[in-house]
């Protein structure tokens, strides 16, 4: 099959690529990306061929996909660029995923249903770590209970113990400047979210602190943040739930982002500035965080990624926690290949025709879950890929 990665030159597309040629070398692959240098690099050093592609540009986007079997989209801002390959993988009958962490634009993306259908491709929306990982994990928790009353997706900034090792690589793009991550994480830590109450979407200002019990006599404190989970989850394995994305960080880093927030709600500051203090903070805003950290609950020994379901079994209260089997300074480490492998795993579904379903879909919609996670257990020590513990 003939895969072309949009973005594929970047970190989540360069580790996703190297996945998919490690599952099968009998791909054709297709490096595009808008910075011909990198393009090169990148498809000389996976054997693969470069393309000079602007996703902004339909007319060359489309020609990029014309004789395409699978589109790989890690080309960020998804709010703008997410809807424009997706109808461009629709116009030209070609299959469809992304790691979009954006709930606004899966909003969007997810109306093009009617049309993948006609077009007969299959579009996965949000296959990374979170989204991606995160919903399989999620509906699998809440698959170990009758009913679902709250279903938490949780990921790491910074919590004690943790190191994402690519971060700085992550929030800062190649001219020093902040990358489409930051500015989107910034977004979504101003104004208003998207989050699900009993089952109804409901807009909330993020950082709203969640007071986690776990089993295994882990407690702590998360935080939400705008992310396409409650969105799809609530549609697909619990509605009527109280469903939201949360962050797991540091009582100092918390503070920080705090201050970043409200100065940009108050309109102190733009998400350009904001997003240019979080990669390059002065001494005055750091000792500020420190000394308010105190004021905010902190992490705990939550674990550093996970899923929780709690609800009932047999008419009791239980809580199932899904976690990955995996040390923390192991793959997620690396959010680049955190990401770039579960996206790699979901392409080999669709190529195999386990997830060939028209139409758009969330991951836990489409993906088999048990397949995954079998093949995702090579990534995490090689005995199983989550763990799932009941209390």
């Known amino acids: 099959m003939k895969i072309v990665a949009i973005g594929g030159a970047g970190a989540v597309g360069t580790a996703a690529l190297r996945a998919v040629m490690a599952m099968s070398g009998s791909h054709e692959i297709v490096v595009a990306d808008r910075n011909p240098d990198a393009a090169r690099t990148c498809a000389r050093r996976l054997d693969a061929a470069p393309l000079t592609v602007d996703a902004t540009d339909s007319r060359t986007l489309r020609a990029a996909l014309d004789d395409a079997d699978i589109v790989l989209n890690t080309a960020g801002p998804f709010y703008r660029l997410g809807p424009l390959v997706l109808r461009a993988a629709i116009d030209t009958r070609t299959h469809y995923l992304d790691v979009c962490d954006d709930w606004e634009p899966t909003l969007g993306m997810l109306e093009f249903d009617a049309m993948a259908k006609e077009s007969g491709i299959t579009a996965v929306l949000g296959m990374g770590a979170s989204p991606g990982l995160s919903n399989l994990m999620a509906a699998q928790g809440a698959a170990e209970l009758d009913t679902v009353d709250q279903l938490y997706t949780v990921w790491p900034v910074d919590?004690?113990?943790?190191?994402?090792?690519?971060?700085?690589?992550?929030?800062?793009?190649?001219d020093g400047r902040p990358s489409a991550a930051a500015l989107h994480w910034l977004q979504q830590l101003s104004g208003t979210i998207l989050v699900v109450r009993g089952g109804r979407r409901v807009t909330q200002r993020p950082m709203h602190p969640i007071r986690l019990r776990l089993p295994g006599r882990r407690s702590g404190t998360v935080y939400t943040v705008g992310h396409p989970e409650p969105i799809t989850l609530a549609c697909t394995v619990a509605p009527g739930a109280d469903i939201a994305c949360a962050m797991l960080l540091k009582r100092s880093t918390v503070a920080f982002l705090d201050d970043l927030r409200n100065r940009i709600d108050k309109g102190h500051s733009t998400i350009e500035e904001a997003a240019t203090r979080l990669i390059r903070p002065g001494l005055l805003m750091m000792a500020r965080a420190v000394l308010r950290a105190p004021a905010w609950p902190g992490p705990g020994n939550l674990?550093?990624?996970?899923a929780v379901a709690c609800g009932t079994t047999a008419g009791a209260p239980s809580t199932v926690v899904v976690t990955p089997h995996r040390s923390l300074h192991g793959l997620f480490g690396d959010m680049a290949r955190a990401t770039g492998i579960p996206l790699a795993l979901g392409a080999a579904q669709v190529c195999g025709g386990a997830a060939r379903t028209p139409g758009v879909h969330p991951p836990e919609a489409i993906i088999d879950r048990k397949a995954f996670f079998a093949a995702f257990a090579q990534y995490c020590g090689g005995e199983r890929s989550v763990t799932v513990a009941r209390g």
């Open 159 to 174: 919590p004690p113990g943790y190191v994402a090792e690519d971060a700085a690589e992550l929030l800062t793009a190649a």
């Open 303 to 306: 674990p550093p990624f996970f």
